[in-house]
């Protein structure tokens, strides 16, 4: 089982819905959490972070942190086909280890 | 402010040759990171280090792999002798803090032939 696990997809929604993308981490004592976007060919982009339970907003995009169910998820609300990519998942322990899920591809039909 | 900058961009070598990658971070991320990426795979850490210190090198193939991180800001990862299954994408990210979010370059590609 790997520490960081995403469902690979690909997800596909039409433009101007909600995307949901969910990720589950093995570790307890995980206390950061980041959600990375990657276009085909480039480098990850963090696009938020969460490090207590509850839901952060940030613009189109919130993050929802439940650490008691180990899981984390990212909502991206008005999807565009811009928004199309691998969201990449990441989470860290407090010794600074960093570990990533495998992503998962989205993709927003016009 | 500049972000963090790899060179170079893409390399393409033949098997057991030498290879070197050099990233700068960001100015005052005391964190750098070196990670391997596969295609549809998420970035894998080779090493860690906190200042010129290596805090974490546990997944570094030590047999080929080294890194250095002179006077705690540019670093290098090298590969020596490379092999083929070396071909993947080799990431550099900084953070400020411990637990803070990181920041990546954008990569070096190696194609070993």
């Not at chain 2, 090198?57 to 990862?77: H, I, N, Y």
């Amino acid at each position: 089982q790997k520490e960081v696990e995403q469902n690979s997809g690909p997800l596909s929604v039409p433009e101007g819905a909600i995307a949901s993308l969910n990720c589950t981490y093995s570790d307890r004592v995980s206390q950061s959490f980041f959600w990375y976007r990657q276009y085909s060919g480039k480098s990850p982009e963090l696009i938020m972070s969460i490090y207590s339970n509850g839901d952060k907003e940030d613009g189109r995009f919130t993050a929802q942190l439940n650490k008691a169910s180990q899981y984390v998820s990212l909502l991206i609300r008005d999807s565009q086909p811009s928004d199309s990519a691998t969201y990449l998942c990441a989470v860290k322990a407090n010794a600074g280890k960093s570990t990533f899920g495998d992503g998962t591809t989205l993709t927003v039909k016009p | 402010e500049a972000g963090v900058v790899q060179s170079p961009r893409y390399k393409i070598i033949e098997k057991k040759q030498p290879v070197a990658f050099w990233c700068n971070p960001i100015s005052g991320h005391n964190t750098l990171y070196w990670y391997l990426q596969n295609l549809g795979q998420g970035p894998e850490l080779l090493i860690r280090y906190e200042n010129e210190e290596a805090v974490d090198d546990s997944q570094l193939p030590k047999d080929r792999f080294s890194a250095e991180r002179l006077k705690g800001v540019d670093s290098t990862l090298k590969i020596q002798p490379a092999e083929l299954g070396d071909s993947a994408v080799y990431l550099c990210a900084s953070s400020d803090r411990l637990n803070t979010e990181a920041f990546f370059g954008q990569g070096t590609r190696l194609t070993v032939v």
